[in-house]
């Protein structure tokens, strides 16, 4: 595989990333939106929520078996224009099965997508022979922003939610489609070594430790996606303008932690930057339980935001390693995790702090994250390969 096209997978992968950043904003930050649209009950609406990562979950399993027989690229060229089709027709209904099926199309489409995306970047950075994979994290950290700011244009104009997705998706369905004919994967399938054949089962035991870190990674970004306003506002006393503020902080230094973390990976190692982002996502943690008031509490989800932002890709990056030979179905299993983080994180912090309070309640996703310091060594040494700057990039002959 020559180096330009390399180039050209590495792009357009990153603007797949971007795209979905984009989309997946402009969904949660409207759910208020949606729920007052259809007249979803305060009661319903989290059964409405935990169906789309649960149905996620179940096709990020099923993507595993898909990806044998067609590859991660096929199905992400199709899966990420299915999703902003979901999301259109989440803006088109006034039925409550109408946004029942739409947001279940859209979990579906979303769980093939971040699957086949993650497969193809785990891919990718074997083929560069070094990280890079903290680089698609940050497209999508970019787009999230990008797609917080489009839904504040709409709320503010009181745009309806068809008006509001439509132009976005008519731009950016094309875009998806089109960068879609340069997506690779670093070879049509990683490189074998000795004992890992592509044919080889993933030992569940082996991946268990990124398991565990995936899901209090996502415990953790789903405390700050769900709770960070509400915290503000009802225990340090803010504004209902400025408790909309830590949201977009943690946005931009994650944003800010993916597009160094790369060269730290590259100069440290994996090991290194997950055990200080683990320690610095704590920090962050502890900071909002302590502050005295709002500005300080904004400090601390800032803090947690450039922590948090290295584990997860490099997460991925660690299952590509461990199996080699089966990278694909690896990261499909590890995926799932990121749905359950999802599901337990949200009602685990509301339940703590009903029952206790929610200063309390962010001690416990800290303990979590910081639990990730001790499977630190499950990311490799700076000398791993694809994790290092020491080995020179690899090029696949793929015909």
Not at 68 to 97: H, K, M, N
Not at 234 to 255: I, K
Not at 332 to 360: H, I, K, Q
Request: some cysteine; overall charge positive.
């Amino acid at each position: 595989m020559t180096d330009a096209r390399l180039r050209r997978g590495r792009g357009s992968l990153a603007v797949s990333f971007f795209v979905q950043g984009v989309t997946f904003a402009l969904l949660v930050t409207r759910i208020p939106a949606i729920q007052d649209r259809y007249g979803i009950s305060d009661g319903l609406l989290p059964v409405f929520l935990a169906a789309v990562p649960i149905l996620a979950g179940v096709a990020s399993v099923a993507t595993e078996k898909v990806v044998t027989r067609v590859g991660p690229a096929v199905v992400l060229r199709w899966a990420q224009p299915f999703v902003l089709l979901a999301l259109l027709a989440v803006g088109v209904g006034s039925e409550l099965w109408a946004v029942a099926v739409a947001l279940g199309l859209f979990g579906l489409a979303v769980g093939a997508l971040d699957a086949s995306m993650n497969m193809l970047g785990v891919s990718l950075q074997r083929a560069y022979g070094r990280s890079i994979m903290l680089g698609f994290h940050a497209s999508y950290s970019l787009g999230g922003i990008a797609g917080a700011s489009l839904a504040w244009v709409g709320a503010h104009w009181h745009l309806s939610l068809f008006a509001s997705y439509l132009p976005v998706v008519a731009v950016l369905l094309p875009v998806a489609f089109v960068g879609s004919r340069w997506y690779v994967a670093g070879g049509d399938g990683p490189v074998e070594e000795a004992g890992e054949s592509k044919g080889s089962g993933i030992a569940f035991k082996l991946l268990l430790p990124l398991c565990l870190v995936m899901t209090f990674a996502y415990i953790g970004d789903s405390t700050v996606s769900n709770w960070s306003a509400k915290y503000l506002q009802d225990v340090l006393g803010s504004s209902e303008e400025l408790a909309t503020v830590p949201y977009n902080a943690y946005m931009v230094t994650t944003l800010l932690g993916r597009a160094v973390g790369d060269f730290g990976v590259r100069r440290l190692g994996a090991a290194v930057v997950v055990r200080g982002g683990a320690v610095l996502g704590g920090l962050g943690f502890a900071l909002v339980a302590v502050a005295p008031g709002a500005w300080a509490g904004i400090a601390g989800f800032t803090v947690l935001g450039l922590g948090l932002s290295v584990i997860v890709p490099q997460t991925f990056a660690a299952a590509g390693r461990l199996f080699p030979g089966n990278s694909d179905a690896a990261v499909a299993r590890l995926n799932v995790f990121n749905y359950v983080g999802f599901l337990v994180g949200s009602p685990l912090v509301g339940a703590l702090g009903d029952a206790w309070s929610y200063r309390g309640a962010m001690v416990v996703p800290m303990a979590l994250v910081l639990v990730t310091v001790v499977y630190a060594t499950s990311f490799g040494s700076r000398e791993a390969r694809y994790g290092g700057g020491h080995e020179r990039p690899r090029t696949v002959d793929v015909g």
